[in-house]
């Protein structure tokens, strides 16, 4: 009786210092209905690796028109395999996230007897919204470096997020390759994310890189980013994503470059009608907008630490998409200077930002 006893006194001290093993989740494989089967089914179809094709995961289904039900679907067909939360498609295993402790992490070749062929994200109800938010893998966790599968053929933007030092991928791989801890598709032409540990304050893009994803913009590490004549998409569908680090106070662009430019460490097109990115961490309180801007990208002064006073002026044809800021966000209200009856004032208005009209008779 007192071994009993001792046995499960061991247990609960056990989950309390590691946490339960199950966690909650089912440890098999759900028993889906025909048609909830063919709904997972479709998101193993063979993809582009590093793919943010609607409707490709359930990150991609968040915001895109799938109904809750859907996401339900989704939700109820993850379950539990030793320290991952997977689901099991028709061609193979997406990791959904990392359960464990460890923070050198081997992404297994298969799960179940099948390969792991996606690593995707995991779903927490909010309440708030009244709807599921999705995060990486390796949320809230604090991982050094995870090793990739020769059988690993798609990773979900937002994935690696908090892994530090280094990827590592089996030379097998025919999609990924790895050098210096960072990740790029096979060719090594596209980089697709940069741990923290693994770049300098200013980092310069390799001159074999023509495209970048958002995820290597992210990086708390970097906080000039310097891209080569021959970057020719940095690949993010909206710029809310583009340099979200909270680190990064400059953009370079050689002056060759036929796709981008900058300007005081701000992104623009190269014609400098459209201002992409305004850089997160950048110091300056005020900023103006140049007289050749007409445009802003969407989110274009998302996750603003410093910037107070923004002057906008007669040029401008669309600028309130740009000053979108996410609730969860604190951020100082701005100050709108620009000309009456102008976007300047639009957007003024539609923020309740305060506005500061601009002599009309100035030639600015």
């Known amino acids: 009786m007192q071994k009993i006893k001792r046995f499960f006194i061991f247990l609960l001290i056990a989950c309390m210092l590691f946490g339960c093993v199950s966690c909650g989740y089912p440890t098999r494989a759900p028993d889906l209905s025909a048609e909830d089967r063919e709904l997972i089914d479709t998101q193993s179809d063979d993809r582009i690796p590093y793919s943010d094709a609607p409707g490709y995961d359930l990150w991609d289904h968040w915001g895109t028109g799938t109904s809750q039900e859907e996401n339900e679907i ?11 939360l997977v689901s099991a498609y028709k061609e193979g295993i997406c990791i959904n996230r990392y359960l464990g402790s460890s923070k050198m992490v081997e992404i297994p070749e298969t799960i179940d007897n099948k390969p792991v062929i996606k690593l995707g994200t995991y779903p927490v109800w909010n309440e708030h919204y009244h709807s599921y938010s999705f995060y990486g ?5 604090e991982i050094k470096t995870v090793q990739f599968p020769s059988s690993l053929k798609e990773i979900i933007a937002d994935t ?10 089996s030379e097998d791989n025919p999609y990924y390759t790895s050098e210096n801890g960072m990740l790029y598709n096979k060719t ?23 495209r970048i994803t958002d995820d290597v913009l992210t990086c708390e590490a970097i906080d000039t980013l310097v891209l080569h004549e021959k970057i020719e998409q940095i690949h ?13 106070q400059c953009f370079e662009v050689d002056a060759n470059n036929p796709y981008y430019a900058s300007e005081d460490g701000v992104l623009y097109n190269k014609d400098k009608t459209k201002l992409l990115r305004y850089p997160c961490g950048k110091e300056d309180e005020m900023f103006v907008v140049p007289k ?3 445009s802003f990208e ?15 002026g007669k040029n401008v044809e669309e600028a309130v998409s740009a000053f979108t800021i996410p609730d969860e966000i604190e951020t100082k209200p701005y100050a709108i200077v620009g000309y009456k009856g102008t976007e300047a004032e639009n957007v003024a208005m ?9 002599d009309l008779a100035s030639e600015w």
Not at 188 to 210: C, G, H, I, M, R
Not at 350 to 358: G, K, M, R, S, T
């Open 298 to 312: 969407t989110y274009a002064f998302n996750y603003i630490q410093y910037l107070k006073v923004v002057v906008i």
């Open 188 to 210: 090594k032409d596209y980089l697709l994310f940069v741990p923290e540990n693994a770049a300098d304050s200013t980092f310069a893009v390799p001159e074999n890189v023509v």
């Open 292 to 294: 050749s801007v007409k």
């Open 236 to 248: 993010s569908d909206y710029a809310r994503d583009i340099a979200s680090s909270n680190h990064l």
């Open 137 to 141: 893998l390796f949320n809230e966790k």
């Open 74 to 84: 989704y939700v109820n067909a993850m379950y539990q395999s030793g320290d991952f």
């Open 350 to 358: 539609h923020y309740d930002y305060a506005f500061i009209p601009l």
């Open 160 to 169: 690696l997020n908090n892994v530090q030092d280094a990827v590592v991928v």
